[in-house]
């Protein structure tokens, strides 16, 4: 599987933006993938998660009521919905898809989400 995110950019806070995460690979359909961020200097946070039927979604308690994933398994691609926009939501965004297992083994390059106050 790879991934391709984009939809990042500048935005101000309050505001919104949509990331999206495109796939190749047949596999894509069958499994879960996430939204993770980072910022330079730090840890790797997890945002968000989707199952492969959508049925299941979880989200970090930073982004709850703010963001929303969904995915479309006809296009593979799932998108990360960002609302209300906060200067702390500044980073690195990344998608992940799991692999037969639980862990995360297939990763996309980052889109940079700057949230200006």
């Known amino acids: 599987v790879q991934l391709q995110a984009s939809g990042g950019g500048l935005v101000q806070a309050g505001g919104s933006l949509r990331l999206s995460c495109e796939a190749s690979?047949?596999?894509?359909?069958?499994?879960?993938v996430g939204w993770f961020r980072q910022v330079p200097g730090k840890e790797r946070e997890f945002v968000a998660a989707?199952?492969?039927?959508?049925?299941?979604?979880y989200y970090s308690d930073s982004v709850k009521g703010r963001f929303t994933i969904s995915r479309d398994n006809a296009k593979n691609t799932v998108s990360l919905q960002m609302n209300s926009l906060k200067p702390e939501d500044t980073a690195d965004y990344y998608c992940?898809?799991?692999?037969?297992?639980?862990?995360?083994?297939?990763w996309g390059q980052g889109t940079l989400v700057t949230v200006s106050s």
């Open positions: 989707i199952s492969w039927s959508g049925g299941v979604i």
């Open positions: 690979g047949r596999t894509f359909s069958s499994v879960g």
């Open positions: 992940a898809a799991r692999g037969t297992g639980l862990a995360y083994i297939y």
